[in-house]
């Protein structure tokens, strides 16, 4: 059994910032890349943000300059800081992992989504 759990989503007005926690815990031998996802309502999940095992970064252009992704790799807990946020921002957003299992089982696992509300 694999878990995501995600913390850190609320309200916050225009121009502020929040900072997203996905923490990965449970039968893992290898956690590869760590993403965030959103999903506005009447809209498509969409990619935020990706971070591969040798920490290469990709954004959507949407969020880029303002948010940013990074991995604790000692909590095997992935971060998405962002900042300067807009209405357009607000979202559930979601924590996804590719983990490999010590069966070597390979498998994509998503955490239950944090509501993320920006105000104008």
């Known amino acids: 059994q694999v878990h995501l759990v995600e913390s850190g989503g609320g309200l916050v007005q225009a121009g502020g910032s929040l900072r997203l926690s996905c923490a990965v815990s449970?039968?893992?031998?290898?956690?590869?890349?760590m993403d965030w996802y959103r999903q506005a309502p009447g809209k498509q999940r969409e990619l935020v943000a990706a971070?591969?095992?040798?920490?290469?970064?990709n954004y959507a252009d949407s969020v880029k300059g303002r948010f940013t992704i990074s991995r604790d790799n000692g909590k095997n807990t992935v971060h998405l800081q962002m900042n300067n946020l807009k209405p357009e921002d607000t979202a559930v957003y979601y924590c996804n992992a590719d983990i490999i299992t010590p069966g070597y089982y390979e498998h994509a696992y998503w955490g239950q989504g944090t509501q993320v509300t920006v105000s104008s």
């Open positions: 449970g039968s893992i031998f290898i956690t590869k890349t």
């Open positions: 971070l591969s095992s040798l920490g290469g970064t």
